[in-house]
């Protein structure tokens, strides 16, 4: 899922500098899951805006999803009272809100920080880079590319000592564990597979990327 976390107020409040009506958007998927902007987090920001700002109008919603068009409907009548939408979703979404509403002031009130996964209650962690040319197949379902600090792809650096990185002694070496996952599954001979330059045009460097599903468009 989407990883994010809630902007300091203050920098919430500077954004609504000359505002005076404004609807605070959540979304029901990722952020939800993530506390940052689900109908408890929409709620909190609400009344936290409303202390520092009373002469604020201030209007609210959920959506079910921010990142799909279908749903946004729901906002219209609200965001055409507004001079301003605070999204709570990733940053997805609220370039969606801006997409849909031209003319209204939209801005995020959530940082959003990395595609990842619980590991326990309130605590997430990175797991996927969005590179576009997934590689766990080889490396024992261990990202090389976000979970190795130098996104290395044929082994560990020098640096390695004792399965922790140079970086940080708190991270655990991705190669450290390639190497033992692989080995508990009998398959070290995937350590032999020289991986080739990443093609880093299926990734973020070669422009906003699209995925068409003719299957499924319409």
Same mark, same amino acid.
């Given at each position: #899922?989407?990883?994010?976390?809630?902007? +300091?107020?203050?920098?919430?409040?500077?954004?609504?500098?000359?505002?005076?009506?404004?609807?605070?958007?959540?979304?029901?998927?990722?952020?939800?899951?993530?506390?940052?902007?689900? $109908?408890?987090?929409?709620?909190?920001?609400? =009344?936290?805006?409303l202390l520092a700002r009373p =002469?604020?109008?201030?209007?609210?919603?959920?959506?079910?999803?921010?990142?799909?068009? %279908?749903?946004? $409907?729901?906002?219209?009548? !609200?965001?055409? %009272?507004?001079?301003?939408?605070?999204? #709570?979703?990733?940053?997805?979404?609220?370039?969606?809100?801006? %997409?849909?509403?031209?003319?209204?002031?939209?801005?995020?009130?959530?940082?959003?920080?990395?595609?990842?996964?619980?590991?326990?209650?309130?605590?997430? %962690?990175?797991?996927? @880079?969005?590179?576009? *040319?997934?590689?766990?197949?080889?490396?024992?379902?261990?990202? +090389?590319?976000?979970?190795?600090?130098?996104? !290395?792809?044929?082994?560990?650096?020098?640096?390695?000592?004792?399965?922790?990185?140079?970086?940080?002694?708190?991270?655990?070496?991705?190669?450290?564990?390639?190497?033992?996952?692989?080995?508990?599954?009998?398959?070290? *001979?995937? &350590? *032999?597979?020289? &991986?080739?330059?990443?093609?880093?045009?299926?990734?973020?460097?070669? @422009?906003?990327?699209?995925?068409?599903? $003719?299957?499924?468009? &319409?």
């Amino acid at each position: #899922m989407i990883v994010c976390e809630r902007k +300091p107020l203050p920098a919430i409040l500077e954004n609504l500098a000359g505002r005076r009506q404004a609807v605070i958007a959540g979304c029901s998927e990722c952020v939800t899951v993530c506390h940052a902007g689900g $109908e408890k987090e929409v709620a909190l920001l609400r =009344d936290l805006l409303l202390l520092a700002r009373p =002469d604020l109008e201030l209007s609210t919603i959920v959506l079910t999803r921010q990142c799909d068009g %279908e749903f946004l $409907e729901a906002l219209d009548s !609200l965001a055409g %009272e507004a001079d301003c939408l605070i999204s #709570m979703a990733c940053g997805v979404g609220a370039q969606f809100l801006a %997409e849909r509403y031209p003319r209204t002031w939209v801005f995020p009130a959530v940082d959003t920080r990395f595609g990842g996964g619980a590991r326990q209650p309130g605590v997430w %962690e990175e797991r996927c @880079g969005f590179c576009g *040319d997934c590689v766990l197949h080889l490396t024992g379902g261990i990202c +090389p590319i976000i979970r190795c600090s130098k996104s !290395l792809l044929n082994g560990p650096c020098g640096g390695s000592q004792q399965g922790k990185c140079e970086i940080d002694q708190a991270i655990e070496c991705a190669w450290q564990k390639i190497h033992d996952r692989l080995e508990g599954l009998g398959r070290l *001979d995937l &350590l *032999d597979v020289v &991986l080739p330059p990443k093609d880093w045009s299926r990734a973020r460097d070669g @422009g906003p990327r699209k995925l068409v599903r $003719e299957d499924v468009a &319409l």
